[in-house]
């Protein structure tokens, strides 16, 4: 039998103390600007890999496109695995060595990856990137809700989601750079630079407040120290969330396929959205998290997100037939309803994956979270593909569908969760 929850003394909007000023530009929190740094550095670094990374192993490696789209994919779901132990080691040993010892070893497959001369050898280091690389965002996930206090967490999360886009914007821009100059030695520069960062990100991190995951796992009795595998409440919410979170291929993938197949905008629509897309999640997701700290502004923002995402395919699908300029301004008007749905459903599920983990097993709880969410990055763009591209008004009235579905299925999730005492902070 579990008993209700108890109700924490609500913090004023007078008594607590923002986490940043001037719209979100700036931390105020000095832990929060050391995140701040080695986040921006670390985004930084994978921006600038991120739109090289196909382009060096098919042109500079010499391996055929599909092959390293299959290696791709096969490393993918190793780092889908990776996520729930990684974020156990974090509660056994601490966030800090875990999230250092894991950055570490991505710089060092990056390394590898300019001496990669055969598609065994490809294989076996995208594997050990991917798997590093995607077991550490559970951890450092993990780490933030032990530095950032409990008051101020979510705002504190959307300030770094603006760094992140902030650094990857930077990052992508010299990557751009070395497309141009298309050359081995262009590309692996980047590569080079891309582990500096990621190795000095990891030396950052131990400076740090640390050892709070550590003491909160020698508290937790044996049997919660796994439990979040098997917390059907919380997989309930992990795989709502999972849903909404399909939404950042459909810009990705989706859009980009659908405006030069489906419709007569002009072929450049599509960087234009995703500029759209960055401005206006760095100008909005700090303001948004306001009012969506605990859970029933969570459960109201995502139910808001999946509404307004349906909204969106609606509008994308009505694209389709018009004149190059009107489908232009729909396209467009669907993009700002789609930011909107997006920085609410990003703050509804920061409150809800901290809100309802054990915070003696937050590692564990922070990689089935986090797993969640790239299962839905891994499955999105076949998805999307299959409804949208390929079948038109009728598949984005399934993604609608989908989406609304998700928004409307946090509510009782999270009431069952809620249930359970020993939630939260």
């Keep these: 039998m579990t008993s209700s929850p108890p109700v924490p003394s609500p913090v004023s909007a007078a008594e607590r103390v923002p986490a940043t000023r001037f719209a979100g530009l700036l931390p105020t929190d000095p832990q929060l600007l050391r995140l701040s740094l080695l986040t921006l550095l670390n985004a930084f670094g994978r921006g600038l890999f991120f739109p090289v990374s196909v382009l060096y192993f098919t042109r500079v490696v010499g391996l055929g496109a599909t092959s390293v789209g299959v290696g791709l994919t096969i490393a993918g779901l190793f780092g889908i695995a990776a996520g729930v132990p990684a974020g156990r080691a974090s509660d056994r040993w601490g966030r800090r060595p875990v999230l250092t010892a894991l950055w570490v070893g991505c710089g060092v497959m990056l390394v590898a990856y300019t001496v990669v001369g055969s598609y065994a050898a490809f294989l076996a280091t995208a594997i050990g990137y991917a798997a590093l690389c995607q077991a550490s965002m559970g951890v450092r996930n993990a780490l933030y809700a032990d530095v950032l206090p409990p008051s101020t967490r979510v705002e504190g999360r959307a300030h770094l989601r603006m760094v992140t886009n902030v650094g990857m914007g930077i990052g992508g821009a010299f990557g751009a750079l070395a497309l141009q100059a298309d050359s081995r030695a262009g590309y692996t520069v980047l590569i080079l630079v891309d582990a500096v960062a990621f190795t000095v990100s990891a030396l950052m991190v131990l400076r740090l407040p640390g050892g709070a995951g550590r003491r909160a796992e020698r508290d937790a009795p044996e049997g919660s120290r796994w439990r979040a595998v098997r917390d059907l409440p919380y997989l309930a ?34 960087a234009l959205l995703m500029i759209l897309n960055c401005v206006l999640v760095a100008l909005l997701q700090v303001r948004v998290t306001r009012g969506v700290e605990d859970l029933p502004g969570a459960v109201r923002a995502m139910r808001r997100s999946g509404l307004l995402l349906a909204l969106s395919c609606a509008a994308f699908a009505c694209a389709a037939g018009l004149s190059p300029m009107a489908a232009l301004g729909v396209l467009v008007v669907g993009a700002v309803v789609q930011v909107l749905a997006e920085v609410l459903s990003a703050a509804g599920g920061w409150t809800v994956g901290y809100g309802l983990a054990d915070a003696r097993a937050q590692g564990v709880y922070q990689g089935v979270f986090n797993s969640g969410q790239a299962a839905a990055t891994m499955a999105a763009p076949a998805l999307v593909t299959v409804t949208a591209i390929e079948h038109g008004p009728l598949g984005w009235a399934v993604l609608a569908v989908l989406f609304v579905g998700a928004g409307l299925g946090m509510a009782p999730a999270v009431r069952r969760a809620r249930r359970d005492a020993w939630r939260g902070e």
């Design 237 to 270: 919410v992990t795989c709502s969330n999972a849903v909404l979170a399909l939404q950042y291929s459909l810009l990705e993938v989706g859009l980009p396929l659908w405006i030069v197949q489906h419709t007569d905008a002009p072929r450049w629509t599509a």
